[in-house]
């Protein structure tokens, strides 16, 4: 069953994941990147971060993707065909050196790095350390100084966006 | 078949390898933003499936931050690109050279 459930998200994340790169219209890479993350939700919940997947379903699909729909929409785009002309040299040099890279990852994963990893001894306690409870507690004890800094992140990146956004800055 | 770590990690390899590719082949910013997103998801799904096999709620804790901070990124990054189509009225990276000139 569980192998199914993989199986059948990995397809679905590698099509979407490929679609966001390949389509002409930003509006459609938004949509196949959302589909990307709901899959990628159902990840993290076989891996027992039920958590994580509510936060990325609720932050990212939700949240950061409706963001970016709203500047495609914002900023007024004409036809999506004026941006890619011909593809450039620079454009099939890159294509090359995206392939390398993915070949030196399975090059690295062949040598059986992980084969060692252990397997899951406990598989309830597993599915316990991802709730909300355990990772707020952790959250406020052990990473509270992370936490403080990450808020403070947050602060500057509003102050940043606003500044940015303002018209009569320059 | 049963799934192990092996698995995540091949899968997590060819997502980025897409991203990668993503962004080094298109020339919409938007599109190569989201490239970018694809990278760092496929690497908070390398660290939640280490903290599944390895039974350590620290790789949860990283991909909690690497979110905080990729929701950062986003804001600044839109601010960033709506300011550059005003200036520049394209989205197309080949005509952001103005540092060239």
Same mark, same amino acid.
């Given at each position: 069953m569980q192998t199914l459930m993989f199986i059948v998200l990995s397809?679905?994340?590698?099509? +979407? !994941?490929?679609?966001?790169?390949? /389509?002409?219209?930003?509006? +459609?890479?938004?949509?196949?990147?959302?589909?990307?993350?709901? +899959?990628? !939700? #159902?990840?993290?919940?076989?891996?027992?971060?039920?958590?994580?997947?509510a936060v990325l379903i609720i932050v990212y699909? #939700?949240?950061?993707?409706?963001?970016?729909?709203?500047?495609?929409?914002?900023?007024?785009?004409?036809?999506?065909?004026?941006?890619? #002309? /011909?593809?450039?040299v620079w454009q099939h040099f890159g294509f090359i050196v995206g392939i390398g890279v993915g070949l030196v990852f399975l090059a690295y994963l062949a040598t059986g790095t992980g084969a060692g990893a252990p397997h899951v001894a406990d598989a309830k306690m597993m599915?316990?350390? #991802?709730?909300?409870?355990?990772?707020?507690?952790e959250l406020f004890t052990r990473f509270v100084?992370?936490?403080?800094?990450?808020?403070?992140?947050?602060?500057?990146?509003?102050?940043?966006?606003?500044?940015?956004?303002k018209k009569d800055r320059a | 078949m049963e799934i192990t770590l092996n698995h995540y990690l091949v899968l997590a390899a060819m997502l980025f390898t897409i991203g990668v590719i993503g962004v080094l082949t298109r020339r919409n910013v938007l599109i190569i933003f989201m490239s970018v997103e694809l990278m760092l998801n496929s690497a908070n799904l390398t660290l939640v499936a280490f903290s599944h096999y390895l039974q350590n709620i620290a790789g949860q804790i990283f991909v909690f931050f690497s979110m905080t901070v990729a929701a950062a990124e986003v804001g600044i990054g839109l601010a960033i690109v709506v300011t550059i189509f005003r200036n520049v009225g394209s989205l197309d990276i080949a005509r952001m050279n103005l540092l060239k000139r």
């Open positions: 397809v679905v994340t590698l099509f +979407s !994941a490929l679609m966001v790169v390949t /389509r002409r219209n930003p509006v +459609s890479s938004i949509l196949y990147l959302v589909l990307t993350f709901f +899959s990628l !939700a #159902g990840f993290y919940v076989m891996l027992g971060a039920s958590f994580l997947a699909a #939700g949240a950061i993707m409706v963001l970016f729909l709203f500047v495609v929409m914002l900023l007024n785009l004409r036809e999506p065909e004026e941006i890619e #002309g /011909r593809a450039t599915y316990a350390i #991802g709730r909300a409870d355990w990772l707020g507690k100084l992370p936490f403080e800094i990450a808020g403070v992140l947050l602060l500057a990146a509003v102050i940043g966006a606003v500044s940015l956004a | -």
